[in-house]
């Protein structure tokens, strides 16, 4: 026993942990309730109209439910066990179940980040077919294997990414709190599990080269297909005023209400993301008197565009409003 203690004394990983008053857990409570109930419901209504249309579903809704579903697992693997947590239900687990759950947390926010950015690419790319056929406009007859292959690589890849966590964590004890942390991660001990990483510096450079590679040039590309779709859109305007294409015509209003909607969706993640990645690498590079704050603050940023996007689909997805409207006047 007094060898375990030495060892969980020598974990990279023991230094500040941080409460919240009863007001923000009931709000982080609703937030949870929310991501669940709202992805919830994107994954039911728009995957039974994918299923229902034989020919295999617009590739946009495909690419829509993947993201919702990925919002979704990561409220139930890892935003439910922090309410839990906060509402003072202490579980410890042992260092294979840390592993375990550690590797998936971290492979599910991954997911969360690129099935966004490929909604973001796919829209841009839509937009670039000036004057689709028919058929392109209301996508595929079937699912075409390019679309599936991307979304099969983006949770393989990323299950790869996962690995070192699984690799690099280890079960704490009751006094066990974080000194290194990943956006992708939980922002403080979960269920006891603690980064164990063999130095200070390994564990660091894991957490710049995440930085780098997986949260912040996600970001970037983020922003940059959103500013390439707008000028694509504008282009698309220019030319539908001056071509008598009755397709271009019809198309644009109609992209230009869904550019609006991944607009809006995109800049809620950045903001989300963005805000998290700069509160959690202030915690791991300067632990300043802010740190405590900026950790709140990155809890928050985790879980807003979790509970927030299903609202945002909503605005600008057909089903989605006729499914909302018809529960609300029921």
């Known amino acids: 026993m007094d060898s375990y203690m030495e060892a969980d004394a020598e974990l990279v990983g023991m230094g500040l942990r941080v409460s919240v008053s009863p007001v923000q857990t009931a709000f982080y409570i609703l937030l949870v309730l929310l991501g669940i109930l709202g992805n919830s419901t994107v994954i039911i209504v728009i995957g039974k109209s994918v299923i229902m249309d034989h020919a295999g579903g617009r590739n946009s809704d495909i690419i829509i439910i993947n993201m919702a579903f990925s919002n979704l697992l990561v409220s139930v693997m890892r935003n439910t066990l922090l309410v839990i947590s906060d509402m003072g239900l202490e ?71 996962s690995i070192p966590a699984h690799i690099f964590s280890t079960s704490g004890n009751v006094n066990s709190t974080e000194t290194l942390m990943l956006v992708s991660s ?52 220019r030319k539908s005023s001056s071509t008598k294409d009755a397709l271009v015509i019809k198309r644009v209003p109609a992209e230009r209400r869904a550019a609006k909607v991944i607009l809006a969706l995109i800049m809620l993640f950045i903001a ?46 057909r089903r989605l409003r006729a499914f909302i409207k018809s529960a609300l006047s029921s």
Not at 292 to 317: E, K, T, Y
């Open 186 to 237: 939980t922002t403080r001990p979960l269920l006891g599990c603690v980064w164990n990483f063999p130095t200070e510096y390994s564990g660091l450079a894991y957490a710049t080269t995440s930085m780098v590679i997986h949260e912040a040039f996600p970001i970037i590309l983020m922003a940059l297909t959103n500013m390439s779709s707008l000028y694509t859109l504008y282009s698309h305007s």
């Open 272 to 317: 989300s993301w963005g805000t998290s990645i700069i509160s959690v690498n202030y915690f791991n590079y300067n632990r300043g008197t802010s740190a405590d704050f900026l950790l709140v603050v990155a809890r928050f940023a985790n879980i807003i565009f979790i509970a927030m996007s299903p609202g945002v689909l909503a605005i600008g997805h």
């Open 91 to 161: 579980l410890y687990s042992s260092k294979e179940w840390c592993q375990l759950l550690m590797g998936v947390w971290v492979w599910l926010r991954s997911v969360n980040v690129w099935s966004t950015l490929f909604l973001s690419a796919f829209h841009l790319q839509t937009l670039r077919r000036v004057a689709p056929t028919i058929g392109m406009l209301h996508g595929p007859r079937s699912a075409p294997k390019a679309l599936l292959l991307g979304l099969g690589l983006i949770w393989l890849v990323n299950f790869i990414y």
